[in-house]
């Protein structure tokens, strides 16, 4: 006899994003680092800002870190975002 | 009762069921027991709800938890339908912003959560806080544990190396529940110490590092007894994080004798525990952690928030001085949870 049995995964997934437009360039634009305050994560994005600047004519960056390394990024930061060309994350650990 | 919405498999047999669910990743390693309708109906109708009702949101990836997934993965964690109250309140617990969900089940620290059941229910469905209290102990808080860690790894993709970034983790991510021996004590049950009325069935949930055990069965002084888990505050403050928060302190009959008969309640302890565990940042320097003392070597650190932090248990088995301590996963920046068990309580969260 056959068992009938359930899928127990989460099968209701959020609506995806909407994608931000590609750049062409990165020559002149404002690039924004969003760190999770690690110790790894400091030196590391101030290397790859000052590589953005000097290599790929990067006009600003912008270095900024959230309160809380295991929350999403406090709700100025999140704003602020609205004002860069592109924005980098990720985790230093 | 509603149609259930969830896809469905057909299988030749158990172990047929078997691979299916490890095939797909949906298991922690263990067997599962295979989620039928009827199972999943029935605990749906024992906790009076609709499959679709939505317990939270895991508001960072914006997952919906509904009943009905909550089921599936307590029928497949061996839960019967009289434990699924008890899964649900637990999760609508986690949902709450103060215990930071996604952090706590994602972060590299390896924490598990760890339930603590409280009241009439524990009686109900057979959960025990006596021998074995931390481990083993008996089937209901074997199985709420359990649906705990498959909820997160099906409904949320709590995977090792997908959302779950563990170092290493520990042995309370195949389950981590306890009920306090509420029977066996003078104190004043967990669940009451944080606002539940007497009578009422709880569940308190916290980001939970694994547990300390201590041993201390050479004194009647309270205050020695007491000094011996400050001090496992103070390694742990030394050796894995120095903030303050939640801590659990685990405490058996023989221990908890000495301290009921000298009139010390669970806000004594907490006082006493808030004042004598804490640290100076420099002490890091003694243990190999030097490098990230700076200049505030001179701050001091305590191990609890504030004395109600401390979350005091009476479990364990009745002979032998052995105590624990269950540090939280990183100090303040998650928080225990208590919420009442029912039904009522969930539809009203609801509305």
């Not at chain 2, 605990?43 to 317990?55: M, N, Q, S, W, Y």
Request: hydrophobic content about 40%; proline content about 6%.
């Amino acid at each position: 006899m056959t068992i009938r049995v359930l899928d127990p995964t989460n099968e209701a997934k959020p609506a995806a994003g909407e994608e931000a437009p590609r750049l062409i360039s990165l020559r002149g634009t404002t690039v924004g680092f969003i760190s999770n305050g690690k110790e790894g994560a400091k030196e590391y994005f101030n290397h790859l800002g000052r590589m953005l600047e000097t290599e790929y004519g990067v006009a600003k960056v912008v270095h900024r870190i959230k309160s809380n390394y295991s929350a999403p990024a406090d709700k100025h930061i999140v704003d602020e975002i609205r004002s860069w060309h592109a924005v980098v994350t990720g985790i230093g650990d | 009762m509603q149609q259930l919405s969830s896809r469905s498999y057909e299988v030749d047999d158990l172990m047929s069921a078997q691979e299916l669910y490890h095939s797909n990743g949906w298991t922690d390693g263990l067997p599962v027991v295979p989620p039928t309708e009827s199972a999943v109906r029935a605990c749906l109708e024992r906790a009076g709800l609709p499959p679709d009702h939505v317990i939270g949101v895991e508001s960072v990836r914006e997952q919906p938890i509904t009943a009905e997934k909550l089921a599936i993965n307590a029928v497949m964690a061996g839960c019967l339908p009289m434990h699924f109250p008890v899964v649900l309140a637990a999760w609508s617990a986690m949902v709450k912003e103060e215990f930071l969900l996604h952090g706590t089940t994602s972060s590299t620290g390896g924490c598990a959560v760890l339930v603590i059941i409280n009241g009439p229910i524990r009686k109900e469905i057979g959960a025990s806080g006596g021998f074995n209290a931390l481990g083993n102990s008996d089937r209901a808080t074997a199985c709420i544990g359990r649906a705990i860690r498959l909820g997160l790894i099906n409904i949320l993709d709590v995977r090792p190396g997908g959302i779950d970034r563990s170092t290493l983790g520990h042995p309370g991510k195949f389950s981590y529940c306890i009920a306090e021996d509420e029977e066996d004590t003078t104190w004043t049950p967990l669940g009451q110490m944080r606002g539940i009325p007497p009578g009422v069935s709880s569940v308190t949930v916290m980001a939970s590092m694994g547990p300390r055990q201590l041993m201390n069965e050479w004194t009647h002084e309270p205050e020695e007894i007491l000094e011996t888990f400050a001090a496992e505050m103070r390694a742990s403050q030394r050796h894995y994080s120095i903030y303050g928060g939640n801590q659990i302190v685990v405490i058996p009959k023989q221990l908890r004798d000495i301290l009921q008969k000298a009139g010390w309640s669970k806000a004594d302890i907490g006082r006493f525990l808030h004042e004598r565990a804490r640290i100076k940042r420099k002490e890091w320097a003694d243990v190999g952690k030097g490098a990230v003392v700076r200049d505030r070597g001179e701050s001091i650190y305590t191990a609890l928030d504030s004395p109600e932090s401390c979350l005091v248990v009476a479990a364990g088995g009745p002979a032998g001085g052995f105590g624990a301590v269950i540090a939280p996963w990183m100090g303040h920046k998650t928080k225990a949870v208590t919420v009442p068990i029912g039904a009522k309580y969930v539809k009203r969260e609801e509305a």
